[in-house]
């Protein structure tokens, strides 16, 4: 497969409006005024160039060019969609937006005898999902939910408050799946004892907290050996195991699929040259079933810690 590198030199967009935020709250430090100025000077220059894309899009369509096929592209482009959704002008609706990225992650689902179906988005922001068949090697369904499905849905409608699941033994026992707040996903997994559940511990591992984009790590958590890779402002982390030669990623790299989108993390195993897929938990882009085995991460700004098999935890 042929791939490109990732420019190191690339600016991060998703980070621009943290970077926003922090100016604005400085410039409160010369008062209340100067503070609402700043706040007025980012609406009044959003709301300029919303109108310009907005009469933008106008004209394209006027001139007959705003096809299917631009759409897509419009749509397919991650700066530009996030442009877009900031000011009420993607071509899609939100529930075409959860779909299509439903429909990214389904190959990871059906590695692991699964899938996941749309059931509804409501008029309260709520998406709801069924999680259906099984999830062999997953700690339990929330982790698959985080691993493979939260990140696409938020990253596709940020506009949504919380996902609601269900199961098929939900279904068979007629009750209503849990209603799961999105920002909470993820950290719900925590007992109070440090465990993840399902004989599984969470490890703080300061060496992932500086990691920088682009870049590949081989680190220890326990006995277990992590490979992690950050792509823009996302941490990934699997097994260090290429599931096709079974050597650790010594000399893996991250790479960019040829003709592929913004966003794309492709990591290569420097021994077999196997591709596998970041963002899609690890799949394998080699024409097979091969999938690396990910690991729950946690993230609260400072520190990362990664779930692990307690057998495997100090």
């Known amino acids: 497969m042929m791939a490109r590198e990732e420019s190191p030199a690339a600016p991060d967009w998703r980070t621009t409006g943290e970077r926003i935020d922090t100016l604005i709250a400085a410039s409160g430090s010369g008062g209340v005024i100067a503070r609402e100025r700043s706040e007025e000077l980012v609406r009044l220059v959003a709301d300029f160039y919303g109108a310009g894309l907005e009469r933008l899009l106008d004209l394209v369509h006027q001139q007959g060019r705003l096809d299917d096929g631009v759409l897509a592209a419009l749509a397919d482009d991650e700066l530009v969609a996030g442009v877009l959704l900031v000011h009420g002008l993607h071509p899609y609706g939100v529930e075409t937006r959860v779909e299509r990225a ?163 993390a492709i990591l290569r195993c420097a021994g077999c040259r196997a591709h596998y897929d970041v963002r899609r938990a690890g799949v394998c882009l080699d024409g097979d079933s091969a999938h690396l085995a990910p690991l729950p991460l946690l993230s609260d700004g400072a520190t990362v810690s990664v779930s692990v098999p307690a057998a495997v935890a100090r």
């Not at 990623?249 to 989108?261: I, M, N, Q, S």
């Open 102 to 264: 439903l429909e990214s992650v389904r190959p990871y689902l059906g590695s692991h005898g699964g899938d996941v179906e749309l059931l509804a988005v409501t008029d309260e922001g709520t998406v709801r999902l069924r999680l259906l068949g099984s999830c062999d090697g997953c700690p339990s369904s929330s982790v698959t939910l985080k691993l493979a499905v939260q990140g696409a849905v938020e990253a596709a409608a940020p506009e949504i408050t919380s996902i609601e699941v269900e199961t098929a033994d939900d279904e068979d026992a007629g009750a209503a799946g849990p209603l799961v707040p999105v920002d909470s996903l993820f950290a719900r997994l925590h007992a109070e004892s440090g465990t993840a559940g399902d004989g599984a511990s969470w490890e703080v591992v300061p060496q992932l907290s500086g990691l920088e984009p682009g870049t590949v790590a081989q680190v220890g958590v326990g006995t277990m050996r992590v490979v992690a890779c950050r792509v823009g402002t996302d941490l990934f982390a699997f097994e260090d195991r290429c599931a096709r030669c079974e050597r650790p990623f010594e000399g893996a790299t991250l790479a960019r699929r040829l003709g592929g989108r913004s966003g794309d």
